[in-house]
Structure formats: C-alpha cells, structure tokens
C-alpha cells in the first residue's frame, strides 16, 4: 500500500507463481510443481476475493527485481537471478529493465534440457535441469526425502550422496555456463537452498561454468551468491508495486 500527499492510494498486491505466466493477462500457463495449475485465471480470481488490483508474476523474476534494486544486484543493468530450491528458475533484467520474452514467459530456467536422455520431469520432458538438478531431483536420486539430508550425508562422507551432488552442481554450471554465453551477463546471482549445499557443490557448479562459456564473456560475469534470503520475493513484489513500470512484452 502507498500514500499520496493526505490521499491513501487503493492497495495492489503482488503474487509471484513458479512456472509460466502471461503478467499482462494474469494468467498461469502450466506450473508444472503445481499439478492442476493450467491455464488460471489468477489475477481474475484474487481481484475478485481480494477487492484490489493484483499483479501476477513469475516467483523468479520478483525475486530478480528484488536482488537487483536491493540486493546483490544492485547498479547492475543486465543481470540474472538464479533460484535452485524444489525447482530451479530464473529472472532477467537487461539494460535496467524487466526481461518477460514475447509473451511474459521468460525465465523457465529449469526446463532447459540438459540430459535428452534423463529423468522424466514435471513438465512432461526428459532431463530438464529441474530433473536433474533441483532440490526434488537430488533428494530423488539419492533416496532421500530432502536435498539437505543429501547435503548433511555428502558431508559426513556418504559416496551416494557426494555423486548425486556432484552430478547436480555439473548440470547446473554447464546450463550457467551456457546462458553466460547466450547473454552477455554483467553478474549472475544465485539463491535458493541447493545452492546452499556445501563448498563442494559451489565449487563443481563453477568448475563447470569455466567448461561451458567463453573465458572473455565469463570473467565480465561474477556468479554471486545472492543476499535476500527468503525475503527477494517480498521485496520484489513491494519494488514491482512502488515503481510502477510500462508493463510491454
């Protein structure tokens, strides 16, 4: 909620969804964690419950403005934001502005195919990098009922465990890697609970970025961990609604 002078303007809330969405129309496309999530009408419904303007989101690309205005972002104009949790996402920001593609979809991230042969996914692909390298998929590989458990038993020794991570963390440096090439990127930030494995996975997924890009795009590119914590949605969302932007695709 904003104030104007003595003026209290209406209250418009902010929603981020982890999978494709139209922001103009407010529509969820598929979110493939979120099983019978096709084709919502979110914003028509929240509006009608809620009685304010609602804005629809992808999760990552909130958090992608959150970290970049107020977090480890901040002065860059052409960024990304990573998230590696449950599943793995992204958000774009180039030349200072909000990156949503032809139709607001951009930032499916985790549904790059990085294994043709692999994992079923969510989706309805084989080896997405959410098949192979989200918090889901490690646990699954592992025959753990986490990502931390596999984590906390990489780290007391357990082989199993310390291979399902390794494999993970390369999946995802090389997909790093290849968006460093593909963008152009001044910095790469990355959060999320996989993310916070361990020195080794961090140190597998940089190795693997150095395998798949461009040393000269690369070193103009720092991955950085990122620095809102569980809060870059929240902040994202109150930036999305205090800076109003032209919302073209």
């Known amino acids: 909620m904003s104030t104007s002078g003595a003026a209290m303007d ?57 970290e970049q205005r107020r977090g480890a972002g901040r002065g860059v104009a052409n960024f990304a934001y990573i998230t590696v949790s449950t599943g793995i996402g992204a958000g774009f920001i180039i030349h200072n502005r909000v990156y949503r593609g032809g139709t607001g979809a951009a930032g499916e991230f985790g549904h790059v195919v990085v294994a043709p042969d ?33 984590a906390i038993a990489a ?10 991570l390794d494999a993970a963390a390369r999946h995802l440096g090389l997909a790093l890697g290849g968006l460093i090439n593909l963008l152009n990127l001044e910095m790469i930030a990355v959060g999320g609970g996989v993310f916070g494995a361990g020195a080794n996975f ?12 461009f040393e000269r795009v690369r070193r103009q590119c720092p991955i950085e961990r990122a620095q809102l914590g569980n809060d870059q949605g929240l902040v994202g969302a109150f930036e999305l609604v205090m800076t109003p932007e032209k919302r073209a695709r």
Request: aromatic share 0%; with cysteine; hydrophobic share 45%.
């Open 202 to 213: 961090r140190d597998g997924m940089v190795s693997a970025v150095t395998q798949g890009s």
């Open 118 to 150: 692999g994992p079923l996914c969510n989706c309805g692909n084989r080896g997405c990098l959410d098949a192979v390298a989200s918090g889901l998929a490690i646990a699954r590989e592992a025959g753990a009922s986490s990502a931390v458990e596999v």
């Open 10 to 66: 209406p209250m418009t809330v902010a929603i981020g969804v982890p999978g494709p969405v139209d922001p103009t129309a407010g529509v969820v496309h598929a979110a493939s964690n979120l099983p019978g999530w096709h084709e919502v009408p979110l914003r028509r419904l929240l509006e009608s419950k809620l009685g304010c303007r609602c804005l629809v989101e992808h999760d990552a690309t909130l958090a992608a403005i959150g």
């Open 155 to 164: 780290a007391a020794g357990d082989q199993l465990a310390r291979a399902v």
